[in-house]
């Protein structure tokens, strides 16, 4: 498991980061040679569209810096994730660190509300995709 030191916890408190998450094989402990480090980054507020990509370069960059000891970080921007891979982290993620626990508890709610009204479309349109797959294979 990750440990932050207090210099760490700075660091991420200044670049804006509420919390940080572990996910993945290395979550779950199925990790193996070639896994690579998932990190679930949840800002204090959405990244626009137009600057996903570069905020999540950036933010990269930064983590890997910050743990200059572990190779092959992947680093997901938690605000802009789609809502199945939300609650998943929030579900099975290991929490490293946390600046604000009230944030934290608004954007559990707030993704379980959202992942609770779009679960009968989700599985409405799953199950339509799996009987035109194999309606196709047969």
Do not use: W
Request: aromatic share 10%; glycine share 4%; charged share 25%.
């Amino acid at each position: 498991m990750i440990r932050l030191n207090s210099a760490q916890q700075n660091k991420l408190k200044k670049a804006g980061v509420i919390a940080l998450f572990l996910f993945g094989s290395k979550a779950l402990g199925v990790d193996g040679p070639l896994s690579d480090t998932d990190i679930a980054i949840l800002l204090d507020k959405k990244v626009p569209e137009d600057q996903i990509f570069r905020k999540s370069v950036d933010y990269e960059y930064f983590i890997s810096n910050l743990f200059p000891k572990i190779k092959d970080i992947e680093v997901t921007l938690l605000n802009n994730a789609p809502i199945g891979l939300q609650t998943t982290i929030l579900r099975e993620g290991k929490l490293l660190f946390c600046a604000d626990y009230q944030k934290l508890a608004d954007f559990r709610e707030k993704t379980i509300i959202l992942a609770c009204d779009l679960l009968p479309f989700i599985q409405y349109h799953q199950q339509n995709f799996l009987n035109r797959f194999y309606a196709n294979t047969t």
